[in-house]
């Protein structure tokens, strides 16, 4: 089944609407998570690792590890968010709760409902990125103004891994078999993708595989924005993610009017 | 209409019509293609060959214009867990882009017309089967439809909850709504729709009023008379009877004109032997066979 872009309307706007009412019950579940996860690793990292990890050279600042860390996890908030919605959170919905079923009894496209899941998953990755950017601009580790551009950013990367997230649950049998994306994409990006150390020292090969994941280029803009200064070009970046966003929505609608329509 | 599903052809060319107003019925086992077909008349499934137009529309263009004037209600529950009585109904509202104002107003109208006014805040998860249904044919009903689409609707319901279902369809019926139904009792079909039209494999067998039907296919009476005495076989086969022998039971539709009726009750019954009028689910059984199908 191809995709028809002309049945993509403003509509999806009402799919939206749903998942943001459910949203709202569990608001307190869900905002728990982005407000105390930057805290325990600011202390484990702040207390803990302090004496063993000294400053760290970054785009010509010298930067306790605790500075460096923290827009990186903001990044990798982002992915987390809109990846796991778009993999259990629809998956749920569509397989379960079947309730995609009963909006395809209505005046809404397949196309707008994967729309609207997508969005919402960017929405999510965008409101975590905003509370935790709540949290760490009065620690001082997020510079003000820059930050409020943090939530742009945080949107359009969420975008991706929804997509990214999409094309799984278009693809997979059950749902215990998320892990597997989780454990070869997810858990590599979030350990390789400069948040957790700067690209400087690593040989070429890694810094070519590490620029290639969305990931890096989430952390170097946050990092940019956070910091005021950052190792690679801003517009490529940006670049990178609106095209990445652009070229997996498609093959998320693709991946998931091949699954639902029969 | 024809659909094919990779190798497999579930529908295998069939056509009906149904005019405005009128309670429809699509009969035939498990199977025989009925939620195919019913898929493929709100826009869900894509026809593989055929045409079908809904209210004059072609549906593979004009999908939104027909959808937003039907109501559907399907065989699964799709009912949103995540929301209460009340949410599922003003959230559906939504995609139908209704105003407000409307919403609020249809909502009240359809909660005490299903007799859910005192579950508007209850989770979904906390109805009962019953109510669950009767919300989903709320649901289906916010827009005010021209015609209602219901695949199997009683299916898991008590007695109580199937009659209460039934009433609030003849209700409906009073207010000119067309209603396009499929089912597997045979009570339902006969006693809410007009027509009925019976598939198997993918095609069309009959189609007819109930009565039409069972007076074709069944006769006037069923006669069954188990286990069959001797000479009952021949008999039959002299006469050039309508019966199915099912080994310790002979099924014998006797229509109203032969008086074979009459000679079987005095040379045949014998043993065990009853004598009732002829039903759909005679007609059914007969035309469908009464091999297991899963």
């Known amino acids: 089944m191809s995709v028809r872009y002309r049945d993509i309307s403003?509509?999806?706007?009402?799919?939206?609407?749903?998942?943001?009412?459910?949203?709202?019950?569990?608001?307190?579940?869900?905002?728990?998570?982005?407000?105390?996860?930057?805290?325990?690793?600011?202390?484990?990292f702040g207390l803990g690792f302090r004496t063993l990890i000294g400053d760290v050279d970054y785009a010509g600042l010298k930067l306790t590890y605790v500075e460096f860390l923290a827009p990186a996890l903001i990044a990798s908030a982002v992915m987390w968010n809109s990846f796991f919605e778009t993999t259990f959170g629809s998956f749920?919905?569509?397989?379960?709760?079947?309730?995609?079923?009963?909006?395809?009894?209505?005046?809404?496209?397949?196309?707008?409902i994967i729309v609207a899941e997508m969005v919402y998953a960017a929405l999510r990755s965008t409101a975590a990125a905003a509370i935790m950017v709540a949290v760490l601009t009065p620690l001082g580790f997020v510079a003000f103004p820059a930050c409020l551009?943090?939530?742009?950013?945080?949107?359009?990367?969420?975008?991706?891994?929804?997509?990214?997230?999409?094309?799984?649950?278009?693809?997979?049998?059950?749902?215990?078999?998320?892990?597997?994306?989780?454990f070869l994409f997810i858990t590599p990006m979030f350990l390789f993708s400069s948040t957790f150390f700067p690209m400087t020292d690593v040989p070429v090969w890694g810094r070519v595989l590490s620029w290639a994941t969305p990931l890096y280029h989430v952390v170097e803009l946050t990092r940019g924005l956070a910091l005021g200064a950052m190792d690679s070009d801003p517009w490529v970046s940006l670049a990178y993610l609106l095209i990445a966003s652009i070229v997996l929505g498609d093959l998320a609608l693709r991946s998931m009017k091949r699954r639902l329509v029969k | 209409?024809?659909?094919?599903?990779?190798?497999?052809?579930?529908?295998?060319?069939?056509?009906?019509?149904?005019?405005?107003?009128?309670?429809?019925?699509?009969?035939?086992?498990?199977?025989?293609?009925?939620?195919?077909?019913?898929?493929?008349?709100?826009?869900f499934s894509p026809l593989s060959e055929g045409e079908l137009l809904v209210f004059g529309k072609d549906i593979g263009t004009q999908w939104r214009y027909i959808r937003s004037r039907i109501g559907v209600c399907q065989q699964d529950n799709t009912l949103d867990p995540d929301l209460s009585v009340e949410q599922n109904l003003h959230v559906f509202?939504?995609?139908?882009?209704?105003?407000?104002?409307?919403?609020?107003?249809?909502?009240?109208?359809?909660?005490?017309?299903?007799?859910?006014?005192?579950?508007?805040?209850?989770k979904?998860?906390?109805?009962?089967?019953?109510?669950a249904r009767r919300l989903v044919l709320a649901r289906a009903l916010i827009n005010n439809p021209e015609l209602l689409i219901l695949d199997e609707p009683t299916t898991g319901l008590d007695p109580q909850s199937r009659h209460q279902v039934w009433d609030r369809l003849g209700a409906l019926r009073e207010r000119g709504l067309?209603?396009?139904?499929?089912?597997?009792?045979?009570?339902?079909?006969?006693?809410?729709?007009?027509?009925?039209?019976?598939?198997?494999?993918?095609?069309?067998?009959?189609?007819?009023?109930?009565?039409?039907?069972?007076?074709?296919?069944a006769g006037r009476n069923i006669i069954e008379i188990s286990p069959a005495p001797d000479g009952l076989l021949a008999f039959l086969e002299a006469k050039g009877a309508a019966y199915d022998d099912l080994g310790d039971r002979i099924v014998i539709y006797a229509g109203a004109e032969s008086g074979l009726e009459e000679t079987l009750r005095t040379r045949f019954c014998i043993d065990q032997c009853t004598i009732r009028p002829a039903g759909l689910e005679d007609v059914f059984l007969r035309l469908t066979g009464r091999g297991l199908r899963e």
């Open chain 2, 178 to 217: 067309s209603l396009l139904l499929t089912t597997h009792y045979m009570d339902e079909a006969a006693s809410l729709c007009e027509r009925l039209l019976i598939v198997d494999h993918g095609k069309a067998l009959v189609e007819g009023s109930p009565q039409e039907l069972i007076e074709e296919h």
């Open chain 2, 1 to 43: 209409m024809v659909k094919r599903y990779g190798a497999i052809t579930a529908v295998k060319g069939v056509s009906f019509c149904v005019p405005r107003g009128e309670f429809f019925g699509l009969l035939g086992p498990n199977g025989a293609g009925k939620t195919s077909l019913i898929r493929m008349i709100y826009g």
């Open chain 1, 92 to 112: 749920v919905r569509m397989y379960y709760q079947k309730t995609f079923d009963g909006i395809l009894a209505t005046p809404v496209s397949l196309e707008e």
């Open chain 2, 124 to 131: 979904v998860m906390d109805l009962s089967g019953g109510m």
């Open chain 1, 149 to 182: 551009l943090i939530p742009l950013v945080a949107f359009l990367g969420g975008m991706v891994f929804a997509a990214a997230g999409m094309i799984f649950t278009g693809a997979i049998p059950t749902i215990d078999m998320f892990n597997l994306p989780i």
């Open chain 1, 10 to 44: 403003w509509r999806f706007l009402k799919v939206l609407h749903r998942d943001v009412v459910v949203a709202k019950r569990l608001w307190k579940v869900n905002f728990l998570v982005p407000l105390l996860e930057p805290a325990f690793y600011i202390l484990a």
């Open chain 2, 93 to 122: 509202a939504g995609y139908f882009n209704m105003k407000p104002a409307e919403t609020r107003s249809r909502t009240d109208e359809l909660l005490e017309f299903f007799a859910l006014q005192h579950k508007r805040r209850s």
